[in-house]
């Protein structure tokens, strides 16, 4: 069997799940040992273990990684119930930082909930704990001068300038200070770290419904942003506007290990975000 003709991880991790659906291999049991399954497939145990690992992620193996076997799970419905969007992306980002190449990709109204997520991942990089050997991440953001629709005065654009700049210059002021950390993260990991690491930026013309991740080209994440009145201070001054609590929004979890659906709802989603990021060109400049 030549290299071209091996199967890959996906390949191996696609079988494994048609075995576990068609009943061959039940919730309970333990699969064949990593040497078995390679042996198998005529792999090495390097394509097998990152198989295992997917499957894992996915809910379809339980106790993987403690020195023997895993067991076979009951098989996921459609992944894990979702969750408000800042605690479930963090986790979902220190595990894709355990990938030796990290990609993500978002294309959301703000950097907030990203911004505050990747605390986690950071910290494990600075313990130690994990270290990629690069990580690319594209972000997607409506345009600094777009009146968006959310955040936006409660009487609507136009019906006051001076709460209009006001509110504007508050979502431009809040999009700089977040742009910036962001950044200086990555310089941290270049500059502190010795990885490989860069963080681009493009805007659109409009303002997103709903933000998604991309996660390594496996995971895709998506919640839907929910306008509401609500009283905020702008310059001092209480504003009633219509706003979206990004981080509390409801986080849907496909993984391409949950099933054809969800494999192709991953792909989906990545092609549309690569065709949007090409149409949107150029990059954002570090000021």
């Given at each position: 069997?030549?290299?071209s003709?091996?199967?890959?991880?996906?390949?191996?991790?696609?079988?494994?799940?048609?075995?576990?659906?068609?009943?061959?291999?039940?919730?309970?049991?333990?699969?064949?040992?990593?040497?078995?399954?390679?042996?198998?497939?005529?792999?090495?145990?390097?394509?097998?273990?990152?198989?295992?690992?997917?499957?894992?992620?996915?809910?379809?193996?339980?106790?993987?990684?403690?020195?023997?076997?895993?067991?076979?799970?009951?098989?996921?419905?459609?992944?894990?119930?979702?969750?408000?969007?800042?605690?479930?992306?963090?986790?979902?980002?220190?595990?894709?930082?355990?990938?030796?190449?990290?990609?993500i990709?978002?294309?959301?109204?703000?950097?907030?909930?990203?911004?505050?997520?990747?605390?986690?991942?950071?910290?494990?990089?600075?313990s130690?704990?994990?270290?990629?050997?690069?990580?690319?991440?594209?972000?997607?953001?409506?345009?600094?001068?777009?009146?968006?629709?959310?955040p936006?005065?409660?009487?609507?654009?136009g019906?006051?300038?001076?709460?209009?700049?006001?509110?504007?210059?508050?979502?431009?002021?809040?999009?700089?200070?977040?742009?910036t950390?962001?950044?200086?993260?990555?310089?941290?990991?270049?500059?502190?770290?010795?990885?490989?690491?860069?963080?681009?930026?493009?805007?659109?013309?409009?303002?997103p419904?709903?933000?998604?991740?991309?996660?390594?080209?496996?995971?895709?994440?998506?919640?839907?942003?929910?306008?509401?009145?609500?009283?905020?201070?702008?310059?001092s001054?209480?504003?009633?506007?219509?706003?979206?609590?990004?981080?509390?929004?409801?986080?849907?979890?496909?993984?391409?290990?949950?099933?054809?659906?969800?494999?192709?709802?991953?792909?989906?989603?990545?092609?549309?975000?690569?065709?949007?990021?090409?149409?949107?060109?150029?990059?954002?400049?570090?000021?």
């Amino acid at each position: 069997m030549t290299a071209s003709q091996r199967p890959s991880a996906d390949d191996i991790a696609a079988t494994l799940r048609s075995r576990i659906r068609d009943g061959h291999l039940e919730a309970g049991t333990k699969l064949p040992t990593q040497a078995e399954l390679a042996e198998e497939f005529g792999v090495e145990r390097a394509t097998v273990r990152q198989a295992l690992r997917a499957l894992h992620e996915a809910g379809w193996l339980a106790n993987a990684g403690r020195g023997s076997p895993p067991t076979v799970a009951e098989p996921p419905a459609g992944g894990q119930e979702p969750q408000p969007t800042l605690v479930a992306l963090a986790p979902r980002l220190e595990a894709a930082f355990a990938e030796p190449r990290v990609r993500i990709d978002a294309a959301c109204l703000t950097a907030e909930t990203l911004l505050l997520a990747m605390h986690a991942p950071m910290a494990l990089v600075e313990s130690g704990a994990v270290r990629p050997e690069s990580v690319e991440v594209r972000i997607l953001l409506p345009h600094r001068d777009v009146r968006l629709l959310y955040p936006s005065p409660a009487d609507g654009w136009g019906a006051d300038a001076v709460v209009d700049e006001a509110v504007h210059r508050r979502s431009v002021a809040q999009y700089d200070a977040q742009l910036t950390v962001l950044r200086q993260y990555f310089r941290t990991l270049r500059a502190d770290h010795g990885i490989p690491a860069v963080v681009r930026f493009r805007t659109v013309p409009n303002t997103p419904p709903q933000k998604v991740y991309l996660l390594n080209g496996t995971e895709a994440l998506l919640a839907f942003y929910i306008p509401a009145r609500r009283t905020v201070d702008v310059q001092s001054e209480p504003r009633e506007l219509w706003d979206a609590w990004g981080t509390r929004s409801l986080l849907f979890r496909h993984h391409a290990a949950h099933g054809e659906r969800d494999a192709l709802f991953v792909a989906e989603a990545q092609k549309w975000f690569d065709a949007v990021w090409e149409m949107q060109g150029p990059d954002l400049r570090e000021p």
